[in-house]
């Protein structure tokens, strides 16, 4: 199993560099089906997730990796979305406003 998992973390992150998001997330995703807890396919999900500004799957990979693995790496994403959700919120409020 753990050369399965080896494989799947090499392919995955080798499509990430690629610039193959779909793959990865593949890849990253066979992993968990192996390994629920595999903290670095959680996180790498979540930093796809974010690529794809798909900001609310991305905070919740973030948070599930940072909790099995606290790193200041983690941390440090997580912060970086929870800003960037709170711009977005603020230029919808000023939009709605300037729109009314």
């Known amino acids: 199993m ?6 799947f973390m090499k392919e995955a992150l080798t499509s990430y560099s690629d610039g193959n ?3 990865a997330e593949e890849n990253f995703k066979k992993i968990l089906s192996l390994d629920q807890e ?3 396919s959680i996180y790498n999900l979540g930093i796809i ?5 798909k900001y609310t799957q991305a905070e919740e990979y973030l948070l599930k990796a940072f909790e099995l693995n606290k790193n ?3 941390l440090i994403s997580l912060v970086e979305l929870f800003i960037i959700q709170r711009i977005m ?3 919808q409020k000023c939009w709605k406003q300037i729109s009314c």
């Open 72 to 74: 200041e790496k983690y």
């Open 2 to 7: 753990v050369d399965q998992l080896q494989k």
């Open 49 to 53: 997730s974010f690529n794809r500004k």
């Open 38 to 40: 595999n903290y670095q």
């Open 21 to 23: 998001l779909d793959l």
């Open 89 to 91: 919120t603020m230029q």
